[in-house]
Antibody, heavy 120, light 107 residues
Framework: EVQLVESGGGLVQPGGSLRLSCAAS????????MDWVRQAPGKGLEWVGR??????????EYAASVKGRFTISRDDSKNSLYLQMNSLKTEDTAVYYC???????????WGQGTLVTVST | DIQMTQSPSSLSASVGDRVTITCRAS??????LAWFQQKPGKAPKSLIY???TLPYGVPSRFSGSGSGTDFTLTISSLQPEDFATYYC?????????FGGGTKVEIK
């Protein structure tokens, strides 16, 4: 059974950093593209970025709103995906989801999400 | 960026009603469109991909249609468990973008 479990969320001050983790199980992480998607409180879904699979050299894509501040990485040996978030802003407050990209390019599995609150 | 415009933003309906939600892309996206259902406090759940394909386990009362710029999600007979927020999403080009959501409420 495919499972994605995020962790690492919490309260951080503006300008601070946080690293989120997504523990994957039930599939071979290196075979799949993996994305991060976020949702601000009471708002819609916003794509954050992508880590391509091993066959595509783990290259990444980012939304303009996070480019240069957020970095996606992974450790396939630990079956884990990461989101390093630096220079955090109040508008980064959101629930952050990791999602697996299916062979058909859509999202087929999502984690339960982890809440990041950026506030003084 | 491709803008995804959903309508309506909310609707009230009764159990058994037929419900239609539309999604328009600001430029052509072939059929690279997915629909998700989200309930409060939960992660989104995939309902449809490739504009009209249902993943395994999704009830057949859900259907999707469209190609290019105009897409539709239809629930043929609304059930109590269908009251939720629905989002469309294009995966044709970066950045991936979502519609603003349609909240389906009980009438």
């Amino acid at each position: 059974e495919v499972q994605l479990v995020e962790s690492g969320g919490g309260l951080v001050q503006p300008g601070g950093s946080l690293r989120l983790s997504c523990a994957a199980s039930g599939f071979t992480l290196s075979d799949y593209y993996m994305d991060w998607v976020r949702q601000a409180p009471g708002k819609g879904l916003e794509w954050v970025g992508r880590s391509r699979n091993k066959a595509n050299s783990y290259t990444t894509e980012y939304a303009a709103s996070v480019k240069g501040r957020f970095t996606i990485s992974r450790d396939d040996s630990k079956n884990s995906l990461y989101l390093q978030m630096n220079s955090l802003k109040t508008e980064d407050t959101a629930v952050y989801y990791c999602a697996r990209v299916a062979r058909t390019s859509d999202f087929d599995y999502w984690g339960q999400g982890t809440l990041v609150t950026v506030s003084t | 960026d491709i803008q995804m415009t959903q309508s309506p933003s909310s609707l009230s309906a009764s159990v058994g009603d037929r419900v239609t939600i539309t999604c328009r892309a600001s430029q052509g996206i072939r059929n690279d469109l997915a629909w998700f259902q989200q309930k409060p406090g939960k992660a989104p759940k995939s309902l449809i991909y490739a504009a009209s394909t249902l993943p395994y386990g999704v009830p057949s009362r859900f259907s999707g249609s469209g190609s290019g710029t105009d897409f539709t999600l239809t629930i043929s007979s609304l059930q109590p468990e269908d009251f939720a927020t629905y989002y469309c999403q294009q995966y044709n080009s970066y950045p991936l973008t979502f519609g603003g959501g349609t909240k389906v409420e009980i009438k």
